[in-house]
């Protein structure tokens, strides 16, 4: 684990074993965020709402997570998200309202808030955006710039805007490398060095 200059690595909810968090990594409300065993977290990503990273887990550069405390994203085991990935746990609609998050509550219009939730084994390519209230069933993966705005099925491939099937995952083939994976893990012990 390496020292951060934006936040005190000691104030977050929690930080597994061999986890990694580049320098440059801004996450604005540490305490609300929790990061499970070797899991990566790349420089110039900004974090700013609840957020659980299971084990595994890469969050790459240019990332971006927001929704202050009004919204949560969970990454469960072996997901990730490509450079430029920008998740939205919430969202002003703008309508006749102020918005900020330096505005006082009582002068914003209507906002969405709610989970992002990227199931095991799921990948978001790179630039791609998701939206409040959304979950990435296991398995699922976005190509390069594509916009989710509902939920999407396992074991299927996306892309475009709005997000559209554009195929099929091969789930066994999956499935038996992370029976591998997890099995090599528990036989090495708790990393891969």
Same mark, same amino acid.
């Given at each position: 684990?390496?020292e951060? $200059?934006?936040f ?7 930080i597994g074993k061999?986890v990694i968090i580049g320098?440059?990594?801004? $996450?604005?409300h540490?305490e609300l965020?929790?990061i499970g065993d070797?899991?990566i977290?790349d420089?110039f ?6 957020? @659980?990273?299971g084990?595994?887990c890469?969050i ?17 085991d072996l997901?990730?998200?490509?450079? &430029?990935t920008r998740?939205?746990?919430a969202?002003?609609d703008y309508?006749?309202s102020?918005g &900020?998050?330096?505005?006082?509550p009582?002068?914003l219009?209507?906002s969405t808030h709610g ?7 799921? $990948?978001?390519g790179?630039n791609t955006?998701v939206?409040?209230?959304v979950?990435?069933? @296991?398995?699922a993966?976005?190509n390069a710039?594509?916009?989710?705005r509902?939920?999407?099925?396992s074991w299927k $491939? ?6 559209k ?5 091969d789930?066994?083939?999956m499935?038996?490398?992370v @029976? ?5 893990y528990y @036989? ?6």
């Amino acid at each position: 684990m390496m020292e951060n $200059i934006f936040f005190d690595l000691n104030k977050l909810k929690y930080i597994g074993k061999n986890v990694i968090i580049g320098k440059t990594v801004r $996450i604005r409300h540490p305490e609300l965020v929790s990061i499970g065993d070797n899991s990566i977290i790349d420089d110039f990503t900004y974090i700013s709402a609840e957020l @659980e990273v299971g084990k595994f887990c890469h969050i790459a550069s240019n990332s971006v997570i927001l929704g202050g405390a009004k919204g949560k994203c969970i990454f469960e085991d072996l997901t990730g998200c490509a450079p &430029g990935t920008r998740i939205i746990t919430a969202s002003d609609d703008y309508t006749g309202s102020l918005g &900020g998050p330096n505005i006082p509550p009582e002068f914003l219009g209507r906002s969405t808030h709610g989970l992002v939730h990227i199931k095991n084994y799921s $990948i978001l390519g790179a630039n791609t955006v998701v939206m409040p209230n959304v979950t990435v069933e @296991e398995g699922a993966v976005t190509n390069a710039l594509t916009l989710v705005r509902k939920d999407l099925s396992s074991w299927k $491939i996306y892309s475009g805007n709005p997000a559209k099937i554009v195929g099929p995952r091969d789930k066994d083939r999956m499935l038996a490398d992370v @029976e591998q994976f997890w099995k090599s893990y528990y @036989e090495n012990g708790e990393c891969f060095n």
